[in-house]
C-alpha cells in the first residue's frame, strides 16, 4: 500500500473542499428551497379549501363565506335541540366547555406528550398517550358533562333512549357527519385515492365498534370485559341503532354510550381498498395497516405526527360543534417529567399537567418573591386532584392481617397526615375509602383515623399479638407454632414510597412490630400480586367518576386467578351491596347503598386508605380561561383560548 | 490476505448463530412475560386493565409465546399429565371448608393450590393447545369428578380450536381463503359446545354423546402421529425455529407494542443515533489526537500535568449529569437560554430566524442550523469522556514511538522537527488509536440512553431500553443481532486495518 505523506495531506485538503463546497451549495439553494416549501404550502391550502367548497356543493348546502363551522348540519340543529327536550331522552343540554365571550380565536397551543403514539386503533390502544389524541380527534356518542358528572351531554348522539328493563338503548346519531380524511397520504398516487372521498357518519359504523368488541379475534382485553353482558347491536336505520343488553346492569348506560363509532370503510378494508376475509377481520383489525391514521369526528384533527418529534393538530373544519378558540396544538415527545418541565421554563411548551414533586418544593413553596419563574408571573399554577388513591393492602389469607383489629392497628400507626405534610409538600389528602374522595358516594359522616400509637397497641394486644419473650418484637401462637410480627411490604419502586415506608417503618417498629419495605419493578410486582406472594402491597388505583367496586371488592373476585381482589377481602354484606349496586338504576338508593360501603370499609380497614394524590398543573400565562375539569380529563383544552400579546416576562 | 478475510467471514457465521441462541435463550427464559397490562407514571392501576383471557392467548399465539422456547415435546405428554393441571384448576374452584360450615365437596384451606400454581396450570394448559385434545377428549369421557370433566370440555372449546393459515400475512391464497373458511367455521361452531357453571353429570354425557365424541370421532386422525411428525414437531414447532424461519426471510417480526415490524421501528430511529454517535466520534478523534500528540511531546512537563489533570476531572464527570446541569444553566432560560432543551431538531436560533411549525417546512440549510443548535450540547456531553480516553491512548502510543531508533534517525537526518513529529512519530503511534476506531462500529448504532434520555433524542438506546421494559423480544432480538454483527465485522475491519497501516502485521 503507498503510504506516502503527501498523498495523505491531499486527501484530508480535498475532504475539506468538498465539505466547504457543499455548504456554500446549501446556502445558495436556500432561499430557492424556501419558495418551493411556500408554494408547496400555498398549493395544499388552496387544494383543501377548493375540496370543501366542492364538498358542501354535493351536499346541496349553500356556500356561506367566513363563518363556516356548522356546516350541512345547519338544517338539523334546531331537531337536536328538540331533543334534548323529550322526556325519554336521557342526554341534557351541555353547561360544559363554555369559550368565554372575550376569547381570541387563533392561535397554537404547545403540549406535550410522553411518547409517540403507537397507533391510533381506538380500540385496541388504550395507552394515554393515544386516548389524549382520541380526545381531541374522535367524538364519543354522549360523554359527562365536566361541571356535572352526573349528566350525560349530546356528542354524537342527539338522543339515547332506554326500554323500561333497561336492556335496550336506542341511540340517534348526527346526520351529515363526516370522517375526517387521513393526513399524511400521498394523494397524487391513484390508488390512494379511495382514501379521500367523503365518508358519512353511519349507524354502521357505529354498530362495527360493538361487533369488532364482540369479535373473538379482537384483542381488546380492558374494554371486552365491561361487554361481556352486551347481547348484540341492531341498526334500525342510517342514523339510528340499537344496543341490546342480556341482563340489566346499571355500567351498561355508560358502557354503551361512552363508546364511538370506527370507520368501518376502512377497517374492513386492506390497503388496496378491497374488502378483508371475514374469518380473519379480527385477527387483521389488531394490527391494521389504517392504524397509523388518526381517524375521528372531533374538533381537531391530526395533520402531522412524526415519531419521537412531535404529533400536530388543527382545528377539524368539518366539525359539527362549537368552533374552539385554539386553531393548531402542537404535541412535543417529552419523555422526562423533568425535561419537560424545563421546556415549560424555557418557554417551548405551554402547559405541564404535573410538576415534578422536588420542583414543586424548591420553585413554588421555598422560592423567595419575585426570583421563581413561578412568583415573578412567568408561569402559573394550581393544585389539581389526581383521579386515583393510594392503599397499603394487607393480605387477609396470610397469618398476620386476618384480624380486622390488626388491620386498625395498623392504620393507626401510620401517620398519614404528617407524611402528606413532610414527605409530599401536601400534596394529598387523605382517603378514607374506595371512591374520589369529592365524590357524593362518599359518607361524609367517615372520619379518617387519626394518628395514634397507643391505641395501636392496644389494638395489637387486644388480638393476641404481644412480646411474651421480651426481644421487642411482638409474637403470637398462630398454629401452634409462635411467629414473630415481622412481614415485608411489598412496593413499586418509587422514590418517595421508599420515603414514606420508611417513616412507617420506624413508628412500627415503636410498637414492636418489624417491617421490611421490599421495592421491586413493575413485572416483579405484577407477579408477586398475581400469585398473592405479599404480606402487605402498596398499591394505587386509578379512579373513574362511575363506580362499580366489584372488581376489587366482591369475594368472588378473591377466587380468580389474577383477580383484582389480591387481598382476599370477604365479606357477605359487602357482597350484597355490590351486587345491589350492579342492578341499582335508582340514584338516592344507589348513593345509601354506596354510603354504607364506605362504611363497612372503613370498619373493615381491608386496605389503610393512604391519601388521594394531587398534581402541580403548570402553564404559561398566555393560555387563558385555563379550565379544569372535576373529571378526567382533567386538563382538556377545547375552552382554553391563547392571547398572542400576553408574553411571560422572560428576557430571553 | 484473502484468505484470512475469507476465513473470518466463514468463522462468523457459527459464531452469530452462537450468540443469538444464547441472546434467545437469556431473553426467553429470563422472569417475566410480555404482557399487556401496564402502570401509569403515578404507579396506579386502573381497575378496569385486567386481562381477559382470550385476548392474551391471541396476543401469545400471534407472537409464538404458547410455544415451547427450543425443544418440543408435547406430543409425549399423558392422560394424567394432563389431568394433574386440571386437577389444580378444579381444586382451587372447590369452596374451602372452616370449622363453622363444610360445603359439599369442600376442601382445606391447605390443601388448596396457590393462585402462582393455578395461574401456570392455566397458562401451561392453555399453551399445549391442540395436542392435548385427545387427552381432554378422554378425560371428558371417563373422569370420575363431574368437575374435571367440565373444566376438561370449556378446555377443548378453546384447545381444539385450529390455527388459521397464513392469517397476519398481507393476502392469502385462494386456497388458504378456503381452508381458513373451513376451520373458522369449525372453530366457531365448538367454541359453542361448552359446560355451564352447575352442569351436571347426565348433562355432561349429553353434551358429550351429542358433540364432541362424534367430532373427536370423525378428526381424530389429526392426532396420529407418526416419528417424522414427531420429529418435525420436536424441532421446528418451537419458538425458537419460528424466529429463524422468520430470520431466514430478513424478517425481524413485528412489535408486540404496536404491532409493527420491528426493522420499520429500528430504521425510524438509527438516523439520529448514527447523526449523534458519528459526530461524537469524530470530534473525538478531532480533538484527542493533537491534544495526545501535544502532550506526549511535552511529557512530563507542568503543561501536560495540568492538562492530565483536567482530562481525568473530565473523564470522572458522569456525562448524564453533566447533561443535566448543562440543560440547567444554559437551556431552561434561567440564568441563560442559549440551547434548545433538548429534541434533534424543531427550534431555530434567535439570531438565525422564526422556528416553524415543522421540521418538514425546514428548507435543508435550516435543518442542517436547527439540528446542530439542538445536538450541540448532547454531542458535548458524548466527546469530552472520550477525548479524554482517546488523548491517553495518543500520547502512549506516540511515546512508544518516539524513543525509537527510526526517529533518531530521521532526526540525525537533518528533518525538521515537525516533520520528524507529524510524519515519522505521528503516523507509526497512531495506529492502536485507529484500530480502536474499528470497535466502535457497533456504539455506532447502540446509541446511548442516558444521553438519549436526558436530550430527549428519540435514538436507538432509548428504543432499547423501552423495549426491553417491556419486554419485547422481538425487537430486543433484532437492535442485539444488527449490533452483533457490526461488531463482528467492527473486529474484522479493525484485525485488516492492523495488516493494513502496519506492515509487520501479515495475516498470511
Redesign the interface.
Known amino acids: ?1 503507498p ?1 506516502t ?1 503527501k498523498a495523505t495531506v491531499i486527501l484530508i485538503v480535498a475532504i475539506c473542499a468538498l465539505a466547504l463546497l457543499t455548504l456554500v451549495n ?2 445558495q ?2 432561499s430557492a ?2 419558495t418551493v ?1 411556500d408554494l408547496k ?1 400555498q398549493v395544499d391550502l388552496l387544494n383543501s379549501s377548493s375540496e370543501r367548497i366542492l364538498k358542501r356543493l354535493d351536499d346541496g348546502v349553500a356556500v356561506q363565506g367566513g363563518n363556516g363551522s356548522q356546516g350541512a348540519s345547519d338544517g338539523n340543529a334546531d331537531k337536536y335541540a328538540a331533543a334534548l327536550n323529550e322526556p325519554g331522552n336521557l342526554l341534557k343540554a351541555a353547561k360544559d366547555l363554555q369559550i368565554p365571550a372575550d376569547a381570541k380565536m387563533g392561535g ?1 397551543l404547545r403540549n406535550f406528550l ?1 411518547d ?1 403514539p ?2 391510533y386503533n381506538w380500540l385496541t ?4 398517550d393515544v386516548s389524549n389524541i382520541q380526545r381531541m380527534v374522535h367524538s364519543t356518542f354522549a360523554r359527562r358533562d365536566f361541571s356535572d358528572p352526573d349528566t350525560w351531554v349530546p356528542d354524537l348522539a342527539y338522543k339515547v333512549e332506554v326500554s323500561p328493563d333497561f336492556l335496550e338503548y336506542t341511540i340517534s346519531i348526527r346526520e351529515g357527519v363526516y370522517w375526517q380524511t387521513p393526513a399524511g397520504v400521498d394523494f397524487s398516487d391513484p390508488k390512494n385515492a379511495w382514501l379521500k372521498e367523503p365518508h358519512e357518519l353511519t349507524s354502521e359504523d357505529c354498530a362495527f365498534y360493538y361487533e369488532l368488541i364482540q369479535n ?7 374494554i ?3 361487554f361481556e353482558d352486551m347481547d348484540r347491536v341492531e341498526i334500525i336505520d342510517k342514523y339510528t341503532f340499537k344496543v341490546i343488553w342480556k341482563r340489566r346492569t346499571y355500567s351498561s348506560l355508560e358502557t354503551t354510550i361512552d363508546s364511538y363509532p370506527l370507520p368501518k370503510w376502512i377497517y374492513s378494508k ?2 388496496t381498498g378491497a374488502d378483508l ?4 377481520l379480527g ?2 383489525f ?2 391494521h395497516w389504517a ?1 397509523k391514521y388518526a381517524l375521528g369526528t372531533g374538533p381537531y384533527r391530526l395533520v ?1 405526527a ?5 404529533v ?1 393538530l388543527e382545528r377539524n373544519p368539518g366539525y359539527y360543534g362549537d368552533r374552539y378558540p385554539i386553531e ?1 396544538i ?1 404535541y ?8 419537560a418541565y ?2 415549560l ?4 411548551i405551554d402547559v405541564l399537567p ?1 410538576l415534578p414533586a422536588n420542583r414543586f418544593k424548591a420553585d413554588i413553596l421555598d422560592a423567595k418573591d419575585g426570583e421563581a ?1 413561578f412568583k415573578n408571573g412567568q408561569l402559573e399554577h394550581k393544585v389539581v386532584d ?1 383521579f ?3 392503599f397499603l393492602g394487607w393480605n387477609a389469607d396470610g397469618k398476620f392481617f386476618s384480624d380486622k383489629r390488626v388491620r386498625l392497628a395498623m392504620t393507626y400507626a401510620l401517620n398519614r397526615q404528617g407524611i402528606i405534610d413532610n414527605v409530599l409538600y401536601g400534596l394529598g389528602s387523605i382517603q378514607t375509602g374506595p371512591f374520589y374522595y369529592k365524590h357524593p358516594a362518599m359518607d361524609p359522616n367517615v372520619k379518617p383515623f387519626p394518628y395514634d400509637l397507643e391505641k395501636a397497641k392496644t389494638l395489637l394486644d387486644e388480638a393476641g399479638w404481644k412480646d411474651t419473650d421480651g426481644d421487642g418484637v411482638r409474637d403470637k401462637l398462630v398454629n401452634g407454632e409462635k411467629v414473630d410480627f415481622l412481614f415485608t411490604v411489598t412496593s ?1 419502586d ?1 422514590p418517595e ?1 421508599k420515603s414514606w415506608l420508611s417513616v412507617y417503618k420506624e413508628d412500627l417498629r415503636k410498637i414492636g412490630i418489624m417491617m421490611t419495605p421490599q421495592p421491586v419493578d ?3 410486582m ?2 408477586k400480586m ?4 405479599f404480606d402487605a402491597y402498596t ?4 379512579l ?1 367518576w362511575s363506580n362499580d367496586p366489584y ?2 371488592w366482591h369475594s368472588s373476585q378473591a ?1 380468580v ?4 381482589n389480591r387481598i382476599g377481602f370477604r365479606n357477605k354484606r359487602a357482597d350484597e351491596i355490590i351486587e345491589q349496586l350492579r342492578i341499582e338504576f335508582d340514584e338516592a338508593k344507589r348513593l345509601e347503598l354506596y354510603h354504607e360501603f364506605h362504611r363497612l370499609l372503613h370498619d373493615e380497614q381491608p386496605y389503610t386508605f393512604f391519601y388521594a ?1 394531587q398534581s402541580i398543573a403548570a402553564w404559561q400565562p398566555r393560555v387563558k380561561n385555563f379550565v379544569i375539569n372535576t373529571t378526567r380529563p382533567q386538563l382538556y383544552s377545547l375552552p382554553w383560548w391563547i392571547d398572542a400579546d400576553a408574553e411571560g416576562k ?3 | 490476505m484473502a484468505t484470512y478475510i475469507i476465513k473470518r467471514i466463514m468463522l462468523m457465521f457459527p459464531t452469530l448463530f452462537l450468540i443469538s441462541v444464547i441472546i434467545f435463550l437469556v431473553l426467553n427464559l429470563a ?3 410480555p ?18 383471557r ?3 392467548r ?2 401469545k399465539e ?1 407472537f409464538n409465546f404458547d410455544k415451547p422456547v427450543m425443544f418440543n415435546t408435547r406430543f409425549l405428554l399423558t392422560r394424567a399429565d394432563v389431568f394433574e393441571e386440571l386437577r389444580v384448576l378444579g381444586d ?2 372447590r369452596p374451602t371448608c372452616t370449622a363453622a360450615n363444610t360445603p359439599v365437596n369442600c376442601l382445606n384451606a391447605d390443601q388448596k393450590p ?3 400454581r ?2 401456570e396450570a ?1 397458562d401451561v394448559i392453555e399453551d399445549w393447545g391442540t395436542y392435548v385434545v385427545p387427552q381432554l377428549v378422554e378425560i371428558a369421557q371417563t373422569d370420575t369428578r363431574v368437575d374435571i370433566r367440565k373444566l376438561a370440555i370449556n378446555r377443548l372449546s378453546v384447545n381444539a380450536k385450529r390455527r ?1 393459515l397464513n ?2 400475512g ?3 391464497t385462494p386456497e388458504q ?1 378456503v381452508f ?2 373451513e ?3 369449525e372453530n366457531e361452531l365448538i ?1 359453542a359446545w361448552t359446560a355451564s357453571d352447575q352442569v351436571t353429570m347426565p348433562e355432561i354425557e349429553t353434551l358429550m354423546a351429542e358433540k364432541w365424541t362424534p367430532w373427536f370421532a370423525s378428526h381424530g386422525d389429526r392426532w396420529n402421529w407418526d416419528m417424522g411428525d414427531k420429529a418435525s414437531m420436536m424441532f421446528f414447532d418451537t419458538r425458537f425455529s419460528k424466529y429463524w424461519g422468520n430470520l431466514a426471510r430478513f424478517d425481524f417480526g ?1 412489535s408486540h ?4 415490524p420491528v426493522l420499520d421501528k429500528i430504521m ?2 438509527l438516523p ?1 443515533t448514527l447523526t449523534l454517535n458519528f459526530l461524537a466520534i469524530f470530534f473525538a478523534y478531532l480533538f484527542s489526537i493533537p491534544i495526545g500528540v501535544w502532550s506526549a511531546y511535552k511529557q512530563n512537563s507542568p503543561a501536560d500535568r495540568v492538562v492530565t489533570a483536567v482530562l481525568l476531572a473530565f473523564y470522572s464527570l458522569p456525562s448524564f449529569f453533566v447533561g ?1 446541569l448543562l ?2 444553566w444554559f ?4 440564568p441563560y ?1 442559549l440551547f ?8 431555530l436560533p ?1 439570531w438565525y430566524g422564526e422556528s416553524p ?10 435543518y ?1 442550523v436547527s439540528a446542530s443548535y439542538h445536538l450541540l450540547l448532547p454531542v458535548f456531553c458524548m466527546t469530552y469522556g472520550g477525548i479524554a480516553s482517546l488523548s491517553r491512548y495518543a500520547r502512549t502510543g506516540l511515546l512508544d514511538t518516539i524513543r525509537a531508533d527510526f526517529i533518531r534517525t530521521a532526526r540525525a537526518k537533518g528533518l525538521s522537527e515537525t516533520m520528524v513529529i507529524v ?1 515519522h512519530a505521528v ?1 507509526n503511534g497512531m495506529i492502536p488509536v485507529l484500530t480502536l476506531l474499528g470497535t466502535m462500529l457497533p456504539a455506532l448504532i447502540g446509541g446511548s440512553v442516558v444521553i438519549e ?2 436530550f ?3 435514538g436507538m438506546g ?1 428504543f432499547m431500553f423501552e423495549s426491553i421494559f417491556a ?1 419485547d423480544y422481538n425487537a430486543i432480538m433484532g437492535v442485539l443481532l444488527i449490533s452483533t454483527v457490526l461488531t463482528l465485522f467492527g473486529l474484522l475491519a479493525s484485525d485488516i486495518s492492523y495488516a ?1 497501516v502496519d506492515p509487520r502485521i501479515s495475516f498470511d
Not at chain 1, 561 to 564: A, E, N, T
Not at chain 2, 257 to 260: F, M
Not at chain 2, 357 to 366: H, K, L
Open positions: 500500500m503510504r505523506f446549501l446556502f439553494t436556500n428551497e424556501r416549501l404550502k397554537t410522553s409517540t403507537k397507533g390502544e388504550n395507552s394515554v373473538p379475534q379482537v384483542e381488546a382485553g380492558a371486552k370485559n365491561y386492506d390497503e376475509a371475514p374469518e380473519t385477527l387483521k389488531n394490527s392504524a402531522e412524526r415519531a419521537g418529534e412531535h400536530i393548531r402542537k412535543l415527545i417529552v419523555k422526562d417529567p423533568e425535561a424545563l421546556k421554563k424555557a418557554d417551548e404535573g419563574p389526581v386515583a388513591f393510594y413499586y418509587k414510597v413493575w413485572p416483579t405484577q407477579k398475581d400469585e398473592k406472594a398499591g394505587g388505583w386509578g373513574s372488581q376489587i377466587d386467578p389474577k383477580g383484582s394524590p422572560k428576557s430571553k | 422472569p417475566g412475560k404482557t399487556s397490562s401496564s402502570v401509569t407514571a403515578e404507579g396506579t392501576q386502573d381497575s378496569k386493565s385486567s386481562e381477559a382470550e385476548s392474551y391471541i396476543f400471534q382451587f374452584a396457590k393462585s402462582g393455578v395461574i392455566q388459521l392469517e397476519y398481507k393476502s392469502q381463503r381458513n373458511r376451520v373458522a367455521a367454541s413485528v407494542i404496536d404491532k409493527r425510524e430511529r439520529y443535566l440543560l440547567n437551556a431552561d432560560g434561567d437560554g434548545p432543551t433538548g429534541g434533534f431538531a424543531g427550534q434567535a411549525a415543522s421540521t418538514a417546512d425546514m428548507t435543508t440549510m435550516d442542517l510524519k503516523r434520555y436526558v430527549n433524542i428519540p432509548l419486554r493494513i
